[in-house]
């Protein structure tokens, strides 16, 4: 698929939110028959990026890469460790709802020793008051990219948009987030057969609660659609964690085992196997 430059919008108003931080007290939690429903909601919106609500993410993650070959090349490395804070700030509104979301990873390298923060990522999803039904929502957003450490990540920036939709029936919490974002350089001095758009990203996720916080689900599966070659890369899963609900908030623990389902023709790295060890914290919107 052609990318013509000319249609693609250039300019997204980026604002910057300052995330104020949060103290992370340790709550004993006591619940008994009358509060299991509270329990129930509070499982489910702690599983929920999209919920009115902030969020605290720390995450630490081991890659394995694969090392066949791909259109007669060695294929390309991925990096191998990173650590990960992620911040969701909610910021509500009379017609709408406006959750800016900032990662932050720090990446290793084990074979070279290079380590240094990549390219962190800004998102504002906005999320109108008539696309919330209370049980999901529907929301969608600017997105940018910034310059990373240029030994482990690009060093130039990046824009574009964010998508997601929810939603929660019983025991299921399933959805889709699409990411789309090009890079911001001049297409010219780009290799032949490449261009500025990176990989539409297409991330499906279920989760089911097995009761008393614990749940499963198919974890961060982020399949990647390459404009350029057109191939696509799909890994896939399994999570396993534990939320405990407090007066005041939640805490989500999970670990996640990732590999690579399709990748035989994608251009890019692809995963043999991966570890995350997560720890959220949730709060309410005016804690």
């Not at 791909?70 to 009379?94: K, M, S, T």
């Not at 350089?185 to 758009?197: A, I, N």
Request: contains cysteine.
């Amino acid at each position: 698929m052609k990318i013509i430059n000319g249609c693609i919008p250039r300019l997204f108003v980026v604002a910057i939110f300052l995330f104020s931080g949060a103290a992370l007290a340790q709550e004993e939690a006591n619940y008994d028959d009358e509060t299991a429903v509270n329990e129930q909601d509070d499982v489910s919106k702690a599983l929920d990026s999209t919920a009115t609500q902030w969020s605290f993410q720390f995450a630490w993650q081991q890659t394995d890469w694969k090392t066949d070959m791909v259109g007669g090349q060695p294929r390309p490395q991925g990096l191998d460790n990173f650590a990960q804070l992620r911040i969701v700030a909610p910021f509500v509104f009379e017609k709408f709802t406006l959750l800016p979301r900032l990662t932050l990873r720090h990446y290793e390298n084990v074979n070279t020793g290079d380590n240094g923060l990549g390219n962190s990522e800004l998102f504002g999803l906005i999320v109108p008051k008539k696309w919330d039904w209370g049980t999901g929502r529907v929301g969608i957003g600017p997105l940018v990219t910034f310059p990373g450490n240029d030994k482990v990540a690009k060093d130039e920036w990046g824009y574009g948009f964010a998508a997601a939709a929810v939603n929660t029936s019983g025991n299921w919490f399933y959805g889709l987030l699409f990411t789309q974002s090009w890079r911001a350089v001049d297409p010219s001095t780009l290799p032949v057969g490449t261009s500025d758009t990176n990989p539409l990203g297409i991330a499906p996720f279920l989760n089911y609660q097995l009761g008393g916080g614990w749940y499963i689900g198919n974890g961060d599966m982020v399949v990647n659609y390459d404009w350029d070659s057109n191939e696509i890369y799909m890994p896939i899963g399994v999570r396993f964690g534990k939320v405990v609900p407090g007066s005041s908030g939640s805490w989500n623990m999970y670990v996640e085992y990732q590999t690579s389902l399709i990748y035989d023709d994608y251009p890019g790295a692809a995963k043999d196997s991966s570890w995350r060890f997560n720890v959220t914290r949730t709060l309410p919107a005016g804690f």
